[in-house]
Structure formats: C-alpha cells, structure tokens
C-alpha cells in the first residue's frame, strides 16, 4: 500500500514541472516569437497526446486483464514517459526542428505517463475495502501535491535560483539550460521514487480467456498477450456497457468537467506568466503554493469522500473550482489572482482522487484496467477541446478571454454529474464481479 501511494509521489513531479509550471512556460516564452504562439504550440501538444491516450487506455487496459501483467505493463509505460523527458531538457529553442522535436518527446511522455495511470489505478480496488477506498485515494493523492511540491522546491533552489540566491547547481544558463535540466529532475526523480511500485507491487487477478473467464494458458499470461482477444474483450464490454448506467453517466461527466482541469494544469503557469507578469521563479513559487493547497485538499476530502461518497466530493469540488475560476479570470491584479488560485487548489486535488475513487467503487473485479482504460478515456476522449479552444481564443482574444473556457467545463460537467446514482453503481458492479 506504501508502496503503491509513493507512485504519486514519483510521477506528479511530471505534471507538475512538465506539463503544468516549468517547462510549459518555458516552451510558451522561448520556442515561438510571442506567449500568445508559444502558447497555441503548447496547446496542439496537449491536443494530440490527449487524442492518443484515449485511443489506446481502453485497448491496453484489456490487453492488461487478459494476461494479468498489469505491473509490467506500468513498469513498461513508466519507463517510456522516464526516458522522452529526460531528452527533452537537450532541445534547444531555436535550433532546427525545436518545435516539433519538444512537442514529439512531450507528446510522448505525456502518453507514457497517462498510460501507467491507467495500471496505477487499476491496483487502486485490490488495495483497499470499500469502506476505505475514498481515504486511501485521497491520501496518494495528497502525497501526489506533496510530492510535486518537494520537487518544485528542489527546481527552484537547485537549478533556477530564488530572487538574487544563486542555484546550488552552477549551470549554464545558455538558452536557459538551466530551466531545461529540470526535465532531467522530473526524469530521475520519477524514475527513483517509482521503484518501490513497480518491484513490490503484485497482481492478484487472474488472466481472463477467450470468454472472459479465467484459463492457465501460459501465452494468454505473456507479455505478447493477444491485440485480437483484447479487441473481443473491448466489443464484448461495449455492447453490455448499457448495463452500467451509473458508470456511462459518470464516465460523460468527467469527460466534460475533466477538460477544465486539464486546461488549467496545462494553462495555469502560462497564464500566470502572461497575464499577470510572473517570471519563472515567481511562477514556480505559485506552483509550490498551489500544490500544498490541492495537497491538503486531497487529504483533507479522503475522509469526506469516505463519508459521504465520492459523487458528493466530486459535486462539491466542481463548485469551488468554479467559483475560484470565475474570480481568476476577472481578477484585477495579482494579489486577487493569487487568493482565487490558492482556494481553487483546494478543490483540485478532491476532484481528481474522489473521481478515482468512484471508479474504483464502479469497476467490476477482474476487469479494473478494463474500466481504468475507459476512466482515462473520458479524461483524455475530448481533452482537446479545452486546450484547442483556449488556444484558438487566445490567439484572437488574449489569454484572460482563452482561460475562461474552464468555467463552462466545470459546468456543464456538474450538471450531468447529478444524474450519477452512486449506490446502484456499486450494486451493479457487485453483480457482475
């Protein structure tokens, strides 16, 4: 269990450098000729990554319960997102093909890293009892903030330097190499601290046949478990998904309010730079400010998830996330910016680990990668539209009119999450383990 918590503390160094405050500001400054390109560049990134996870989660979540190999398969993802962000600190803005040789590995990263989420996740059910499944979520989770955090904080003093401190490292600051090694940070710290998950953890599912039904073939347990059979397995969930109002109501809400999230992650260190003026030391100061907010917030909501499940925490949290964003959007300086993002932070983490959580709930047994696949499949299937939209707003209008797409997400999503009934969920999937 320890074990399994410490993976979200390695990865989020990930979202949190890569995708969400460092590197993301850094591409959006430097690789094109104003915030506004770089920012529009960034976007298509995100677009396309979103656009391939949520075509192969679903495929490789059944290809992981057909063979009972889920860790492999995240010791295998993990390793992929390792390797293409360790290369991305050597693309030099403004050599040949920098732009497409950041977005390629990043495109690349990203689809490693949402890719072992779906493996992670999935152990999430075996883990824990459905008496405890919100607390233990929320407490990665809240490692997870924790875990960004630390790193962030060795970013900033290690590498790019606080005010007029100069960094522990010497580096070249030489088109900003200095900010570009925290790529090679994120790389070794999600690999180190990635360890203890992908050698102690362990399937306890057994290898599902033809038929979905358990069978000792040695080839259906191999690593070359079958593309074809894990298609079948596909068609044969999809035709009797039906079956499963709940988790069809809930997987088209996430869909939906998830593309705010991902928005603000992607857009909330550029709009912070843009916007408000932040350099990139004041906009890794946010980030650390932000990540023990949603740190504490996930923590804190385990226990109400418990309590009053997950539907609820995640009803609530997409009312403080869009109210928060509504005051960022039209915040008039930076002190209003800064309280509005704080009090957002609180709510993110909540909504990320309660959505995980009633997955968990929802997800029959021998088939949690199965439905993990579909889980990111929601928050990956129109993922694009958020930063595409924010993107092409911003191109025409500024960033404070392309951030405020959030607000219809957080939305519209919310209303469709009302129509979720969470105790027929978990009945349905009793039923069908």
Do not use: H
Not at 75 to 91: I, R
Not at 137 to 147: K, V
Not at 270 to 295: R, S
């Amino acid at each position: 269990m320890a074990s399994w918590c410490l993976y979200d503390w390695a990865n989020s160094a990930f979202t949190t450098l890569v995708v969400t405050f460092v590197y993301a500001t850094y591409f959006s400054q430097t690789f094109a000729e104003d915030a506004d390109r770089g920012t529009a560049l960034w976007s298509r990134g995100i677009t396309i990554s979103s656009l391939i996870i949520a075509v192969v989660s679903p495929l490789l979540g059944a290809m992981a319960d057909r063979s009972g190999l889920r860790r492999r398969f995240l010791v295998a993802a993990t390793l992929v997102s390792v390797g293409a962000t360790a290369c991305l600190a050597f693309v030099v803005p403004g050599s040949g093909n920098a732009v497409l040789s950041a977005l390629t590995l990043f495109v690349i990263a990203n689809v490693g890293f949402e890719v072992g989420m779906v493996f992670y996740n999935a152990f999430l059910p075996q883990l824990s009892t459905p008496r405890t499944i919100g607390r233990l979520s929320g407490y990665a989770w809240g490692l997870g903030y924790a875990g960004g955090l630390a790193c962030l904080v060795v970013a900033l003093l290690g590498l790019i330097g606080l005010g007029e401190a100069a960094p522990w490292l010497p580096l070249s600051t030489e088109d900003g190499f200095n900010v570009r090694a925290s790529n090679l940070l994120v790389a070794g710290w999600f690999l180190l601290f990635s360890l203890p998950a992908l050698v102690l953890l362990r399937d306890t599912i057994t290898p599902r046949g033809d038929r979905g039904k358990p069978r000792g073939d040695a080839a259906d347990r191999g690593l070359v478990a079958s593309v074809r059979g894990a298609f079948q397995d596909l068609g044969r969930t999809l035709t009797r998904i039906r079956d499963f109002r709940d988790i069809v109501r809930f997987l088209i809400a996430r869909l939906i309010y998830n593309d705010g999230l991902i928005t603000v992650f992607a857009f909330g260190g550029v709009y912070a730079a843009g916007t408000f003026g932040m350099d990139t030391a004041e906009v890794i100061v946010f980030g650390i400010a932000l990540n023990v907010a949603a740190g504490l917030g996930a923590f804190l909501f385990g226990l109400v998830d418990d309590r009053l499940g997950g539907r609820t925490t995640v009803l609530w949290s997409l009312v403080g996330l869009f109210v928060c964003s509504l005051v960022a959007v039209a915040a008039p300086n930076k002190a209003w910016f800064w309280g509005a993002a704080l009090v957002l932070g609180l709510f993110m983490g909540p909504n990320q680990s309660a959505s995980r959580s009633l997955m968990g709930r929802f997800a029959p047994k021998r088939y949690e990668s199965e439905f993990f696949g579909f889980f990111a499949f929601s928050g990956k299937a129109t993922a694009f539209l958020g930063p595409l939209l924010l993107g092409l707003i911003t191109a025409g209008y500024g960033q404070r009119a392309g951030i405020a797409v959030v607000l219809v997400f957080f939305l519209v999503g919310g209303l469709l999450l009302l129509r979720v009934d969470e105790a027929r969920g978990i009945e349905r999937a009793a039923r069908s383990a």
